[in-house]
């Protein structure tokens, strides 16, 4: 039976740079990826920040990046629009490279990655394959969010789309509750009048709102069609359940806003990977959990992002619209010089109408968006 140190389930973003901490540690490791191909199928926007792509150890190339976004469009249910300006740190990625670039990293210090097999299942430490069984100390699971269950599981679906609507470097995000309760629609470009647009939402049908969606915008083609699950619920509170760690969307590692993932759970993947590695070499079981060091990255910001989505639920159409059209442009200003697409809470507070907080978004906590909430309510009756 062939052996591995740990046996990675799952070769996307965060499987892959968990392998790659693991071999940079000189430990053998093996990624299963039951698609045919690293990096497909893409079921992301790719959209990113600089700084992210920094902290995973992942070089910014042209042969990664599609675009860079300069505006984020955010239009009410009445079409009421208000732009922000994205500044110079907000790129398009495309996710079938970046895997692909990860994955190279991780090989060549020493992963194996094998495309076109399907984890099965594991008893005592042998890892069941649709290419045979594997022995190995370690199984990672970062076989995504499918794996989740529950409310906080969203719909989406999201086409790959060539139409004159879409304009390079300006992304449009799309609020109705009504339409896409719990979540939003997006038009994210890519190059050459191509773009990713896409739903998502609370037990909707995702392909019939993505339907009415394109009949909305006019002439268009589509390309290529993806439904997908989106976890806003937050993450699980055990990574590790004996000898096998969870990581990436599979933990839960997902923004409980906008259900972006490939920062966290990215580093999810990375930080356990690191975690694992010093267990292999010390044999010292408390250090395979890497709950801490990544709640001190962003415990502090998801517990908020958390309490902010439960305000936004709240939020009817008309209520939206009321708020949307309320905001001044030197709020959008303040958003555009201190507020920061990762740890966003700030800047979605401040364009709720919450003065005063862009600049403080890391130090905002849960109960604080509590009072925040309150305060809204009463500005939205007026
Ligand atoms: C429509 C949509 C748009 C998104 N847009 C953005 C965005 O713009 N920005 C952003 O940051 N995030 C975005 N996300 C989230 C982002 O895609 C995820 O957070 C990220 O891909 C998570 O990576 P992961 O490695 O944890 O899981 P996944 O990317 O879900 O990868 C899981 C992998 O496991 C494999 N797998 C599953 N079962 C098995 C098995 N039995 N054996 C072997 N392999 C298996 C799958 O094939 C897959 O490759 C989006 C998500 C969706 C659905």
Same mark, same amino acid.
């Given at each position: 039976m062939e052996r591995y140190d740990v046996v990675v389930a799952g070769g996307s973003i965060s499987g892959l740079l968990c392998a790659r901490e693991i071999a940079s540690g000189d430990h053998s490791v093996l990624v299963l990826e039951k698609s045919h191909e690293i990096g497909t199928p893409q079921h992301c926007g790719g959209l990113l920040s600089r700084a992210a792509l920094d902290y995973l150890g992942i070089i910014p190339s042209n042969r990664i990046v599609g675009n860079q976004i300069r505006t984020a469009d955010?239009?009410?249910? %009445?079409?009421? =629009?208000?732009?922000?300006? $994205?500044?110079?740190?907000?790129?398009?990625?495309?996710?079938?490279?970046?895997?692909?670039?990860?994955?190279?990293?991780a090989q060549k210090i020493g992963a194996h990655i094998r495309a076109g097999t399907s984890f099965r299942g594991m008893t005592d430490g042998t890892v069941r394959s649709s290419m045979g069984d594997i022995s190995c100390d370690i199984m990672v699971d970062a076989r995504g969010a499918s794996l989740l269950g529950g409310s906080d599981l969203l719909v989406s679906a999201q086409y790959e789309v060539c139409a004159d609507w879409i304009?390079?470097?300006?992304?449009?995000?799309?609020?109705?509750?009504?339409?896409?309760?719990?979540?939003?629609?997006? #038009?994210?470009? =890519?190059?050459?009048?191509m773009g990713k647009v896409g739903?998502?939402?609370?037990?909707? %049908?995702?392909?019939?709102?993505?339907?009415?969606?394109?009949?909305?915008?006019?002439?268009? *083609?589509?390309?290529?069609?993806?439904?997908?699950?989106?976890?806003?619920?937050?993450?699980? *509170?055990? +990574?590790?359940?004996?000898? +096998?760690?969870? +990581?990436?969307? $599979?933990?839960?590692?997902?923004?409980?806003?906008?259900?972006?993932?490939?920062? *966290?759970?990215g580093a999810g993947g990375m930080? $356990?990977?690191?975690?694992?590695?010093?267990?292999?070499?010390?044999?010292?079981?408390?250090?395979?959990?890497? =709950?801490?060091?990544?709640?001190?990255?962003?415990?502090?910001?998801?517990?908020?992002?958390?309490?902010?989505?439960?305000?936004?639920?709240?939020?009817?159409? =008309?209520?939206?619209?009321? #708020?949307?059209?309320?905001?001044?442009?030197?709020?959008?200003?303040? #958003? $555009?010089?201190?507020g920061d697409f990762d740890f966003h809470v700030g800047a979605i507070l401040a364009l709720l109408g919450i003065r005063g907080v862009a600049h403080i978004a890391r130090d905002i906590t849960a109960s604080e968006v509590r009072r925040a909430s309150a305060y809204i309510q009463k500005m939205v009756k007026m």
């Open positions: 955010i239009v009410s249910p %009445n079409g009421h =629009t208000v732009r922000v300006d $994205a500044g110079s740190g907000i790129l398009e990625v495309d996710r079938r490279m970046l895997d692909k670039y990860v994955a190279e990293q304009r390079p470097g300006e992304v449009v995000v799309m609020l109705d509750n009504s339409k896409y309760p719990g979540f939003f629609a997006w #038009i994210i470009p =890519t190059q050459g009048g739903v998502g939402g609370r037990r909707i %049908n995702a392909t019939a709102a993505m339907q009415s969606l394109l009949d909305d915008m006019g002439r268009y *083609s589509v390309f290529r069609k993806i439904v997908a699950p989106i976890w806003v619920g937050g993450p699980v *509170s055990d +990574v590790v359940r004996g000898s +096998v760690v969870l +990581v990436g969307d $599979a933990a839960g590692q997902t923004k409980p806003t906008t259900g972006g993932g490939i920062y *966290s759970s930080l $356990a990977g690191q975690a694992i590695a010093r267990y292999l070499q010390t044999g010292d079981r408390s250090h395979l959990d890497y =709950t801490d060091a990544w709640q001190k990255e962003f415990g502090r910001e998801f517990e908020a992002q958390h309490a902010v989505r439960r305000i936004l639920e709240r939020l009817d159409n =008309t209520a939206i619209d009321s #708020i949307l059209c309320k905001v001044q442009s030197s709020t959008l200003k303040r #958003i $555009a010089s201190d």
